[in-house]
């Protein structure tokens, strides 16, 4: 089957700057994507979704674009907190599984 | 709170020795599932639920087994273990009505069989 896959598998970034992690999706068709982010030791949390009908989506210093035209997707955190750092994983929908990428290490530098 | 449980959260096991890893959610969701997470693999399913009685397997299922007799309990059972199932677990749900397809994870279970 299609894979979700991302383009980094670390990230370090200094405290407040902002962040942007990348995945790459192959199933023109997926129509729901979602970002996780996995702290360690824990479960992964839902932060932020998207569907396909839609190019951006805004949440509490988080935003997730869409691009369609080449199975793109990013999720971008601004003024990034050492809270921040974490595993994130982006989750294509192929109900009823989801497909998830292997996932970016975030550090956050102070 | 709305949660999914796991347990236990750490288990050291030897090979051939069944065990049970149990997953109950409080949140009234048909879908639940399991994945395992290895290191550079991401989550890989293992086995899925669409409801009470129905299972499926997922791309993973060789060596586990599951059953669904209740809405919120969603059990993982290995009844042979070996070493190349030491991995951390997950279970999750979520519902299937409507669009959102947000699955709840639970704390994970390490496991390690030697």
């Known amino acids: 089957g299609e894979s979700v896959g991302l383009h980094l598998p670390t990230l370090s970034v200094q405290e407040g700057d902002n962040s942007i992690i990348n995945c790459a999706y192959s199933n023109s068709a997926s129509d729901y994507f979602i970002w996780y982010k996995q702290e360690s030791g824990k479960g992964p949390q839902f932060i932020i979704d998207?569907?396909?009908?839609?190019d951006k989506r805004q949440g509490q210093r988080v935003t997730v674009l869409l691009n369609k035209t080449v199975k793109h997707l990013s999720l971008q955190i601004a003024a990034t907190q050492p809270g921040d750092s974490a595993v994130y994983f982006c989750a294509e929908n192929m109900f009823p599984d989801m497909r998830f990428g292997a996932g970016t290490r975030l550090t956050v530098k102070p | 709170e709305a949660q999914v449980t796991q347990n236990p959260r750490y288990l050291i096991t030897v090979t051939g020795k069944k065990l049970t890893v149990t997953c109950s959610q409080n949140m009234n969701h048909e879908y639940m599932s399991w994945y395992r997470q290895d290191p550079g693999l991401g989550l890989r399913q293992i086995y899925y639920s669409m409801n009470v009685e129905v299972t499926d397997k997922g791309d993973v299922p060789e060596g586990y087994k599951v059953s669904r007799k209740e809405k919120r309990n969603f059990p993982l059972i290995l009844e042979s273990p070996s070493p190349n199932q030491t991995s951390l677990y997950f279970c999750?749900?979520?519902?299937?009505?409507?669009?959102?397809?947000?699955?709840?994870f639970g704390p994970g279970t390490r496991l390690t069989v030697t």
């Open positions: 998207i569907r396909s009908n839609m």
């Open positions: 999750a749900s979520r519902k299937t009505s409507g669009f959102a397809y947000e699955q709840y």
